[in-house]
């Protein structure tokens, strides 16, 4: 069996880069949002199947459907690099797209709700490098020829085993990045032609929606050093004018963390005795059992600006970054109308 190594990474860049000014050129691909699997496959069978993760931790265990196909469907040992992903419809006939929440469910620790699951909401895998093929150690490789060997080696294989597009126009990788938002994609990865594979190192970029909205500070959670603002909780406002959890804001310096406690002391919802009143945080599959999620309430009364890339039904599908307060917004101007439509796309249009 291969021993799987750390993936490669990305960096982020504000705009799709100029392919003249890398040696060798670049090469462009759809930013699939899922899992980062290595599969190690043996040749031997469904055994032989490895499914190794990002944080090394093993995902094989949580996609038997992927086992399986994997076992039946390749042509011999190899190790690939790419994406698990599930894809659903949102509605009767309307098109697929990506479900991070559907994906999310897949790690579970019952077995029979791995099995239930691979069977209701199937995973696809999504191919974009070959680190490995027989004895063949193809990492110190550049990229263009792993690229083509991955061409060779999946060529015919159906579905769920899919090989990502890529091309080097960067006008298409500009349509790429607005249209593919609409199947849940979350932006496009530029690679070195001519770099080999280089496990834990960022030589790739990644050039993902910026967009700002103004949200509502919800509550705090206390730094895990147990001193100072850690992340603090933001909130929109619906059609019914219900206020909704939508994301977190972290990443301040541990100075900004003590400040922050100050500025919002005045905001603190207090009970009868003047002690701080707290929520329950909300829970997913990753998060640590145990964790404490309890948060200090504020009245929704401090307008924020933040940073985000994407929507994912009624949240931030990542963590947002704080822009600047708005001390020009009242709270309740904060909705969900002001977050900008993505039309739909369907995920068999980015596959093809």
Known sequence: MYEIPAPMLAKAVPAIPDPAKTPGGLSFEPKWDGFRALIAYDGTGPG????????????????????AAFAE??????????????ALSPAPGAPARLSWEALSQRIHPADSRVQLLSR???????????????????QPEPFAARRAELEELLRGIPHPVHLTRTTTDPALAERWLAQFEGAGLDGV???????????????????KHARTADVVALGYRVHKSGAG????????????GALHQVGGVAAFSDARRLELVDELAPLVETDASG???????????????GKDTSFVRLRPERVLEVRYDQL???????????????????????????????AAYDLADVLD
């Open 48 to 67: 032989g199947v490895v499914i190794g993760s990002r944080g090394a931790k093993p995902l094989t265990r949580y996609f038997p459907e992927l086992v």
């Open 73 to 86: 469907l390749l042509p011999g040992p190899c190790l690939i690099d790419g994406e698990i992903v599930v």
């Open 120 to 138: 209701t909401d199937p995973a696809q895998f999504i191919a974009f490098d070959l680190l490995a093929r027989g004895e063949r150690d193809l």
């Open 189 to 207: 990865v530029a690679k070195p032609l001519a770099q080999p594979y280089a496990p834990g190192k960022r030589t790739m970029l990644k050039i």
């Open 229 to 240: 603002v850690g992340s603090l909780l933001v909130g929109l406002y619906d059609e019914t």
């Open 275 to 289: 002690e701080a009143l707290h929520g329950d945080g909300e829970r997913s599959r990753f998060t640590a059992a």
């Open 312 to 342: 994912e039904g009624r949240r931030f599908r990542h963590t947002v970054q704080f822009d600047r307060w708005r001390p020009d917004r009242h709270a309740r101007s904060c909705t969900y109308d002001q977050l900008e439509k993505v």
